[in-house]
DNA sequence: TGCATTTTTCTTGTCGACAAGAAAAATGCA
DNA sequence: TGCATTTTTCTTGTCGACAAGAAAAATGCA
């Protein structure tokens, strides 16, 4: 539990059965923000203080957040945010890259013309965040941007992963905001702004290469961080 | 839940912690051998009784299930066990088969002597299921075998995906063996040592096209199932 | 007899308490 | 002073109860 608590929400009266869900969503969103940082401790206690919730939904709220990964439990231990194993990203790149190339592929094959509407209003919100240097609204509606893509390609398999591989690079590139904070790539929303002329064209092949050499931007964009000369101060 | 309710765990002293696990192994072990049918209401009360611990651990269990998918809830209303959406197999063969051949491919790349110990078990364990026509057995041998490889390709997330396709692969087929039960595919024991060998000697491109092969004769075999001229009795 | 409304029953979501296990602090000893 | 042991405190896993919401059954009426 980091230091600076986030605020409790809005102590008004919750409809029963949203409980759970309420304390996932809002836990979901300071990980994948690194409000809470990998590595840790989450306290059931605390949260249903600070939730004013009882520990039941709150435990529940955990047990859905350690199925996507996003904290780790062992019986009778604490809780933990799941690390990311920043020395061994090669496995997250090779899914990376795999998943952004098969989805954008399915979304040039499958859409409707409600999803290109869908991935539209995504890419303008994007293109905002960058324009305004909102760094956390770029990050997350990038995410969201490549996970409307996905969902056109009606392939609940790859986009279940893809969003998990969204979500983990959500927070590596969190960290890499909060660290540097100066690039908004701006070339990023004209690589967005083609890729879906290429999957409203249905040129599968297109977009498939075009999205494979966005990944392997972002890829590059990411091992570069970890050249830098200057350390990252990261707890490991 | 089913007429024919299986047997309880054994009523010896738990050890506290473990309350959460027997109940979701159990409860997944049956899922997948359609001892609970698709589209089977799930009963927390029921299950309390049944297994002899109170609801909260029965219910993290499910939070557990529904996470995987196994199971579909929504608030307050009746779990079910998951559908399989048989009228729509193709985005789960696409799934299987991009996933057999990068998992296969991975192994190849990948693997040390000790996975290849675990997978020749795996592999001699599916030829003594086949040897003795137990289909279930069959089943969960070939699932497990296919995971080894998965594991020795060291990609936490292709290995996560495939484990879920493997699951509802694991029903697909559960359900032709009810309805049919006859073939029992000697050619798979010979085509999984060839994929052994190739994975042994590193030939990442001869594995990619076998996996390949192997998961398109699966597909096929799945294809078929449903155009058989005597219906199947499916509850849709 | 068929439909709408009301009542009863059942199931789910959450509560707060108890106790087991782990972690931290205190004590004892060389 | 450093280590081992004991005691205390804290956190987790589960319990059983309460009440909200849903589903089923009963009642009323045309």
Redesign the pocket.
């Known amino acids: 539990m980091t230091e600076k608590s986030p605020a409790s929400p809005a102590i008004t009266e ?9 304390v996932y969503d809002m836990l979901r969103d300071e990980i994948l923000d690194l409000k809470l940082a990998p590595g840790s ?8 203080e600070r939730f ?9 709220a ?1 047990v859905r957040l350690a199925g996507e990964g996003l904290i780790e ?7 933990m945010v799941s690390n990311i194993d920043f020395l061994n990203l090669n496995p997250f790149f090779d899914a990376m890259v795999l998943m952004y190339r098969v989805t954008t592929r399915l979304a040039a094959q499958h859409h409707r013309p409600e999803d290109l509407a869908v991935i539209r209003d995504h890419h303008e919100a994007y293109a905002a965040a960058v324009a305004a240097r909102d760094a956390l609204a770029m990050i997350a509606t990038n995410a969201e941007f490549h996970a409307a893509i996905a969902e056109a390609g009606r392939n609940s398999y790859f986009t279940g992963l893809f969003r998990r591989l969204l979500d983990e690079g959500r927070r590596i590139l969190r960290l890499y905001y909060n660290s540097y904070g100066e690039e908004f790539p701006g070339r990023f929303v004209e690589e967005h702004a083609r890729l879906i002329a290429l999957i409203e064209a249905r040129d599968a092949e297109g977009a498939d290469r075009m999205a494979r050499e966005h990944a392997e931007q972002i890829v590059l964009q990411v091992q570069q961080l970890f050249s830098r000369k200057d350390p990252l101060n990261l707890s490991l």
């Open positions: 919750r409809k029963r059965g949203s409980g759970v869900k309420m401790p989450v306290d059931e206690m605390q949260l249903a004013r919730i009882s520990r039941t939904p709150i435990r529940e955990l439990t062992l019986p009778n231990r604490s809780t």
